[in-house]
């Protein structure tokens, strides 16, 4: 973080006084303004603002939303009609609310993706890498309770489906996975009881998030951010100051973004939904598919793929505890990237092997997705199989042995070189753009 | 000084006893907030239910609910018995009775899923072991599946008059909750 070598001079008597009891416009300063940048960041490295924009938007319109909301079974289903209805602007709020969700996990689905084509967790980075699983985790758990909230067929079908997973530790223990559920139901069965708690615990876990955010920033400024060279920043021309440079750049890609964003939430606001969660909760009636959000389906096709045989392995009884073990093992395993991949090079742009796996591995869970969308049945089954392996056998068979195999491209010796050696540059003297905070 | 820091003294000892009284206090106060979340006394209340059965004409069913989740009951037709006790038990997907009120491995013969002196009278926890949807069969216009019973809309699993699996995906039996006939036209379930 730069600490010792801080460009920060307060400028006004007060500053200087706030400066010498609380630092914390120096800490600003040293994160944001004068933090040394990679000069060659591209806009996938933008998604790290966004986000930033997605959770305060999220928290922004849900505290707002809670203003009006009533968590209870009787309740809730009018409660987000009326808000929907009767509430002024609560259309605009509400539409806000539900479509950022799924731009957030578009957000940072692209923002992950990117981490693993760059090689953005390998040392010294693993643990900021940890801390973003850890975020991920958060946003799922969040995602789902809040999802429960418009206490819709929907919600209550898909709570009913997603907490009954967790009696699959009655094959391990009789009683053990009936006990868990009924303790997270509060009852025998879904019902105003948990969707109160889901409530309170939907409302708590952003701020949670928030706090594991602040870690993964602070990890990131002491490792310092990744590149698409991969290489560390070795002289002052490899970096320019984060402000106005980095943060010019995010601003284009935040409201690149904005527009995608304001385009869902003020003309498609139900696109990514689904209609049965205009239907109130019924515990007496199933809707014919229970499909949970979009951004869940690549983890409910895995869950779905342990059917009473995997690929003509039987299961039997386990079929139920085998697809929960997967679906959590697939998030869980992300977490162990750091230490699967054997490559010293980070960035898949000279990794001529892995560049081609990396790619099979985004249809992978694009697949996946598209299965979990399906009914789990005949053909779609036996697909989800097949890409279920496939999703594991990238994180436990291509990351060690392709970064064994594999002869790297030759890289640059430094960021500068890199950006340099590119046809823009090509008839400037070295010094001339190598180092911009000089001009 | 070597004996000083080998051997235990009185000090330590007040240490080790008063973090460990100190950690199973920080641990037990943490049980209420664990428990606060089973299920309540309101809810545990109404654990049990009773229903009266004597609107219930031969041939037709009625859907309860019990701990929030639907209970089919349905009066069967002598044919609707008879069709469930001729079953096979060996050539079942599933060959376990699944009858809470029994200890787990009886056959699933229609006799273990019904009360004695009461086989008219089949009572069924009414959740598709498969995922969790409601099947079809309570209603009269409600389509049954071939073999008489149940049919689950979802995924195509086809039960008998028995509540028993015949085909399709589920893995087993609907299951039947504890219950008992309290008089000829009523029962108590849980």
Excluded at chain 2, 86 to 101: F, G, M, T, Y
Aim: hydrophobic share 45%; proline share 6%; aromatic share 14%.
């Amino acid at each position: 973080m730069g600490g010792s070598t801080s460009s920060y001079v307060p400028t006004s008597r007060w500053g200087k006084w706030l400066d010498e009891r609380l630092p914390i416009a120096r800490l600003m300063n040293d994160s944001f303004v004068d933090f040394p940048t990679p000069r060659n960041l591209n806009y996938l490295w933008t998604f790290g603002g966004i986000l930033t924009v997605c959770l305060i938007a999220q928290i922004a319109t849900g505290v707002v939303l809670a203003m009006h909301y009533q968590p209870s079974d009787a309740a809730a289903f009018n409660s987000i009609e009326h808000i929907r209805r009767d509430v002024n602007y609560g259309w605009m709020l509400r539409n806000l609310h539900a479509v950022g969700a799924s731009m957030f996990f578009f957000a940072v689905f692209i923002h992950i993706f990117r981490g693993f084509y760059y090689g953005s967790y390998k040392a010294p980075r693993e643990v900021l890498w940890i801390l973003g699983v850890i975020i991920l985790l958060l946003m799922m758990a969040t995602a789902f309770m809040g999802y429960t909230l418009p206490w819709g067929q929907m919600s209550f079908w898909g709570v009913t489906v997603i907490t009954n997973l967790f009696s699959a530790l009655d094959t391990i223990y009789n009683g053990l996975g009936t006990a868990v559920v009924e303790w997270l139901w509060g009852g025998y069965s879904v019902s105003g009881v948990t969707l109160n708690r889901f409530f309170a615990l939907h409302y708590l876990l952003p701020f949670v998030l928030t706090g594991v955010v602040g870690l993964h920033i602070w990890a990131l400024h002491v490792a310092g951010q990744n590149n698409p060279t991969g290489l560390d920043i070795k002289q002052p021309s490899d970096s320019v100051p984060m402000h106005p440079y980095a943060t010019a750049k995010d601003a284009v890609g935040i409201f690149a973004f904005l527009i995608l964003f304001a385009w869902f939430a003020f003309f498609l606001p139900d696109y990514l939904g689904h209609a049965d969660n205009y239907v109130e909760a019924n515990p007496l009636v199933t809707p014919p598919h229970i499909v949970p959000e979009w951004y869940f389906l690549p983890f409910y096709a895995i869950l779905r793929a342990f059917t009473s045989s995997f690929l003509g392995i039987p299961l039997g009884q386990y079929a139920k505890l085998c697809g929960v073990i997967a679906m959590f093992s697939a998030v869980i395993i992300i977490a162990f990237a750091p230490w699967l991949d054997t490559s010293r090079v980070r960035s898949a742009k000279y990794r001529p092997i892995f560049k081609w796996f990396f790619w099979f591995f985004v249809f992978t869970c694009v697949a996946l997705g598209y299965l979990g969308s399906k009914p789990a049945e005949g053909v779609y089954v036996t697909a989800a199989q097949i890409f279920t392996v496939c999703y594991f056998l990238f994180f436990l068979v291509v990351m060690p042995v392709v970064g064994l195999i594999e002869t790297p491209k030759l890289l640059p010796r430094s960021i500068t070189d890199d950006v340099l050696s590119k046809g823009g540059a090509a008839g400037l003297p070295s010094g001339a753009t190598a180092a911009p905070e000089a001009r | 000084m070597t004996t000083d820091a080998l051997e235990p003294n009185r000090r330590d000892f007040l240490v080790v006893a008063g973090n460990a009284f100190a950690a199973v206090g920080a641990a037990s106060l943490l049980w209420p907030f664990i428990q606060q979340m089973n299920p309540d006394a309101s809810t545990k209340a109404l654990s049990s239910v009773e229903i009266d059965l004597s609107p219930v004409k031969e041939g037709q069913a009625i859907t309860a609910m019990w701990r929030g989740k639907p209970i089919f009951i349905r009066n069967r037709t002598k044919s609707e018995v008879e069709a469930a006790e001729s079953v096979d038990v060996a050539k079942l997907p599933d060959d376990n009775a699944r009858n809470e009120a029994l200890t787990g491995n009886e056959p699933a013969t229609d006799a273990n899923r019904t009360v004695k002196g009461h086989e008219n009278w089949i009572v069924l926890i009414g959740i598709c072991t498969h995922l969790g949807c409601i099947p079809k069969g309570q209603s009269m216009g409600d389509e049954r599946g071939e073999y008489g019973g149940w049919f689950c809309p979802c995924h195509g699993s086809t039960y008998d008059t028995s509540g028993r699996i015949r085909k399709g995906p589920a893995p087993r039996n609907l299951e039947v909750p504890p219950y008992a006939f309290e008089t000829d036209t009523k029962i108590k379930i849980g």
